[in-house]
């Protein structure tokens, strides 16, 4: 059972260049999330679904995309990389919706944008 | 504004000593604290999970509590190990798809 699958898990880009985070779950959870984490910071959400083909905004969705075709696979687009979008991006899912369902997260992609 | 707290934001103790871990919220309404235990590298895993009813709960060497009049919680660890460090958030559910994130305590378990 491989739980949440994030690729890549580094990845270096120039600003302006795009490019997709990869997230797969196993475990048939209708709920997945992007977050992010920056230094001395709490996790941000980005983006979240209820299910396939349901997103919605979480707190800091500028500069990003989602697609929820399948229950499966969530992928979080970026469009013309920043320097503020170097972080460290985790993808989570849930059985139940994040405030009542314990959170399962991937092992994490870490971004650099020059 | 819904903010979750922690304290210290790092630690270093040795092997075999205890710990205790704080976390202060402002989150209103309240539905229930969770503890995750983030390694090097690697995403949050759950620890314990605490409603409103609920004072203390216990997981292995991690004993987590409640007092839901003073939004505290703390998390003691007994008997560290090695593999105890690790960063350490408190995340704090209320209302609707409301969940907010602590910064998370450093603890570094030294032999």
Known sequence: NAGVTQTPKFRILKIGQSMTLQCTQDMNHNYMYWYRQDPGMGLKLIYYSVGAGITDKGEVPNGYNVSRSTTEDFPLRLELAAPSQTSVYFCASSYYTRNTGELFFGEGSRLTVL | KNQVEQSPQSLIILEGKNCTLQC????????????????????????????????????????????????????????????????????????????????????????
């Open chain 2, 24 to 111: 202060n919220y402002t989150v209103s309404p309240f539905s229930n604290l969770r503890w995750y235990k983030q390694d090097t590298g690697r995403g949050p895993v759950s620890l314990t999970i605490m409603t409103f009813s609920e004072n203390t709960k216990s997981n292995g060497r991690y004993t987590a509590t409640l007092d839901a009049d003073t939004k505290q919680s703390s998390l003691h660890i007994t008997a560290s190990q090695l593999s105890d460090s690790a960063s350490y958030i408190c995340v704090v559910s209320g209302g609707y798809q409301k969940v907010t994130f602590g910064t998370g305590t450093k603890l570094q378990v030294i032999p």
